[in-house]
């Protein structure tokens, strides 16, 4: 991914801002047993995930669904895909599977919202025949898109429908700078149910706002192919310890990389700390390279 990418990471300031004060109260409203959690990629194909497919793989997505329990869709941002394909895609994963689409770019960055109703329901027939495995759908605003469009946001936002779930994530610094009243904003996605993204990149420390609005958490989380990728999660690790013990529902975690990788290693040592510090069951992802002693999972 090269949104936020930085010549120097090591120049870079990686400290998680403090919780924000209005998420205990929402967690605790929610508090139940153990959170749904879900980590995983942002792509299956081989060509970036290079070294963590077994030789003689066939089919990356039916060998990847064996391996972890989600994967954040972004194709569906750049195709509408027919609904045989779709419908492969639910075939070839088990029970329990999960995508995590993002919404198509047509209605996000071409129409921006505005008269978007037709292509909305183009994309929701087709993404519904996931059925079951379909998690939740997100959409991504274009960095342009600041807080001038409120009115056309609120009123997009104001129109979805309750059946299909939904996370929002903005990538105008304007809605977090204070230029905005952001709590207009947090009051609709909460009255909605919509989730609102977290997005940990190197080079936009500004989106960073660790403010929820469900009782779900969904990270996007950008590494930089360094050493400190480790020690960022080690961060994450401790915050989603604190939403845990504080009644979160659920995690959905996804790793992305400038070189994609490294994203089954990032996600394994997450998955491994998780198992081994809160007590949780998710599966570990075979890695080859981690057997054959080519890497390590712990720096």
Not at 49 to 72: H, M, R, W
Not at 107 to 132: C, F, V
Request: aromatic residues 14%; hydrophobic residues 35%.
């Amino acid at each position: 991914m090269k949104f936020g990418k930085v010549d120097d990471a090591d120049s870079i300031d990686f400290t998680l801002p403090p919780d924000n004060p209005a998420n205990k109260a929402l967690l605790n409203a929610a508090k139940g047993g153990k959170p749904g959690i879900y980590i995983g990629c942002a792509k299956w194909n081989k060509t970036d995930l290079k070294g963590f497919y077994p030789k003689g793989t066939k089919d990356e997505l039916a060998y990847y669904a064996t391996q972890f329990n989600s994967i954040e869709l972004n194709a569906t941002f750049y195709n509408n895909f027919p609904v045989e394909t779709i419908e492969s895609w639910y075939a070839k994963t088990p029970a329990g599977f999960k995508f995590f689409p993002k919404l198509h770019q047509g209605i996000s960055h071409w129409k921006r919202l505005k008269d978007a109703k037709e292509p909305t329901d183009i994309y929701l027939d087709g993404i519904a025949h996931l059925q079951d495995k379909l998690g939740m759908l997100f959409l991504q605003m274009p960095d342009n898109f600041g807080p001038k469009n409120w009115e056309i946001l609120k009123a997009y936002l104001e129109e979805w429908p309750s059946g299909f779930p939904l996370a929002l994530e903005l990538r105008h610094t304007g809605w977090y700078d204070g230029s905005f009243n952001s709590e207009d904003l947090y009051s609709l996605l909460e009255k909605k149910n919509i989730t609102h993204i977290v997005t940990d990149s190197a080079g936009r420390r500004d989106l960073l706002h660790m403010r929820l609005t469900t009782p779900t958490a969904f990270i996007r989380y950008n590494g930089a192919n360094v050493d400190s990728d480790y020690t960022r999660l080690d961060d994450w690790f401790e915050r989603l310890r604190l939403w845990t013990e504080e009644g979160i529902q659920n995690i959905y975690f996804f790793v992305h990389q400038n070189h994609e990788e490294a994203s089954p290693l990032l996600s394994s040592y997450l998955i491994q700390k998780l198992n081994k510090e809160l007590g949780m069951e998710l599966q570990v992802p075979y890695d080859p390279r981690v057997a054959s002693g080519q890497v390590s999972l712990f720096k």
